[in-house]
């Protein structure tokens, strides 16, 4: 069974970056699409990016412009480059498969706050 593990997330003020790390382990994934998904309290779990076993992207639109996924395959590892954050970025995010869904981790925290 695939095992993915977030990492990268903290603190940082508006208009800073962030660079997330999804790490997979036990299987390789690079025939998967992948996908960055974030939850804020109070609201809906949510997908962010996603990037096919081709490397073909999508963006929801709130982050559009400002983020960018990436997967290296030699390292079987899906990243979440995060520009121009914004407070309502704040959020945990996590890593999992676009279709049939592993289990969801705990995520990464994100918190942008001045």
């Known amino acids: 069974q695939v095992h993915l593990v977030e990492s990268g997330g903290g603190l940082v003020q508006p208009g800073g970056s962030l660079r997330l790390s999804c790490a997979a382990s036990?299987?390789?994934?690079?025939?998967?699409?992948m996908g960055w998904y974030r939850q804020a309290p109070g609201k809906e779990r949510e997908l962010v990016a996603s990037?096919?076993?081709?490397?073909?992207?999508t963006y929801t639109d709130s982050v559009k412009g400002r983020f960018t996924i990436s997967r290296d395959n030699a390292k079987n590892t899906v990243y979440l480059q995060m520009n121009s954050l914004k407070p309502e970025d704040t959020a945990v995010y996590y890593c999992?498969?676009?279709?049939?869904?592993?289990?969801w981790g705990q995520g990464t925290q994100v918190t942008v706050s001045s």
């Open positions: 990037i096919s076993s081709y490397s073909t992207t």
């Open positions: 036990g299987s390789p994934i690079s025939r998967n699409d």
């Open positions: 999992n498969f676009l279709r049939f869904f592993g289990p």
